[in-house]
């Protein structure tokens, strides 16, 4: 049965890469107060301009980061932002490799990874900076800590909260937020892990971190690219079952042909083919430019890092913002 599928598979595969549009990515030109970032990407999707680090895990330099604010042409299709948790080391990620990391002071930043949807859109692009590099923003300021540290970090201690300012209605709405305990559930990608003491303990507050910036640091000393002796921050978008929707498999293969196709091509789905899987890829980002979550030309999408008031518990304080500009392209 599982060969009737891949056969099939092979033939709605030649069908989408046959049929599908080829975008052509927005030029940007790089702003001047920019840092170059390693982006995770834990998607299910693997790309073909991408590091693999481990397992799902995967990655890549965006060498032009913006600070606080960043401006940004839109298509029609538009873009969708995620809040995501980032990590600013003293020092470039190259020098960690098996280092002893409790004792090393960071910054914990917000980060606006913004995507451009009319890239995600087209099943032909295998490439994830198209869509993802230069589109991305951190907070103006974030909070100083050991790496140590963070896992004591009371649940809800940090919040980041990503709303759109709408250009049609001026009123705000949240997209997405994310919590500083969704660092510890990143369980999707590692396997079943059966308690929570194993939960925790793979989480990106435990060993799982210390995975992430060994493999990174490895990365950069094989790469070419100039900038990666001169990567200090890491953003950690695989982070928690409340990050990207895209990397949620069963979102994939459940929108993607239920109501078409039916239970056949679904199953053909989840067998982890390439080809279909950007197809996948493509429906999520199609469902998601029709849907609340997508901001257009005249928009702002708005990023706030939180912290609970130490005096008031049911109050937050906002540490630092990043914006990020969609205008006409």
């Known amino acids: ?23 052509n990515p927005v030029v940007r030109s790089p702003g001047a107060n920019t840092l170059p970032a390693w982006m995770c990407d834990g998607s299910q999707v693997t790309f073909e301009d991408t590091e693999h680090l481990f397992k799902d895990y995967e990655g890549l330099i965006d060498e032009h980061v913006a600070k606080a604010e960043l401006t940004v042409p839109s298509q029609e299709d538009g873009y969708d932002g995620e809040a995501e948790w980032a990590i600013m080391f003293p020092e470039p990620l190259i020098n960690y490799e098996g280092k002893q990391l409790d004792d090393i002071v960071v910054i914990i930043y917000g980060m606006i990874e913004g995507k451009d949807l009319q890239v995600l859109s087209d099943p032909c692009e295998k490439n994830w900076s198209a869509s993802s590099v230069g589109n ?5 300021r974030g909070v100083s800590i050991t790496l140590g540290k963070i896992k004591d970090l009371g649940n809800n201690a940090l919040m980041l909260t990503l ?11 949240v997209i997405h937020s994310t919590s500083i305990r969704d660092l510890d559930y990143v369980e999707d990608n590692i396997g079943n892990l059966s308690s929570e003491k194993e939960r925790h303990n793979f989480g990106l507050r435990g060993k799982l971190l210390t995975q992430i910036i ?9 790469s070419s690219n100039p900038s990666a002796s001169k990567v200090k921050l890491l953003n950690l978008a695989v982070a928690g079952d409340n990050s990207a929707a895209v990397k949620d498999l069963d979102n994939v293969c459940r929108g993607t042909f239920w109501t078409k196709i039916g239970y056949v091509i679904d199953a053909i789905r989840c067998f982890d083919l390439l080809p279909l ?12 430019s029709k849907s609340w979550r997508a901001a257009h030309a005249g928009d702002v999408m708005i990023l706030r890092l939180l912290e609970k008031s130490k005096n008031d518990p049911d109050q937050y304080n906002t540490i630092g913002t990043a914006r990020l500009k969609l205008i006409s392209s």
């Open 1 to 23: 049965m599982k060969a009737i599928y891949r056969i099939l598979a092979g033939i709605f595969a030649v069908i989408f890469v046959a049929g599908c549009a080829s975008t």
């Open 136 to 140: 991305n923003v951190v907070t103006s």
């Open 163 to 173: 709303s759109v300012l709408r250009k049609n209605c001026q009123c705000e709405e």
């Open 214 to 222: 060994d493999n990174v640091s490895k990365q950069l000393k094989k």
């Open 277 to 288: 899987k950007h197809a996948g890829r493509s429906h999520v980002a199609k469902q998601a």
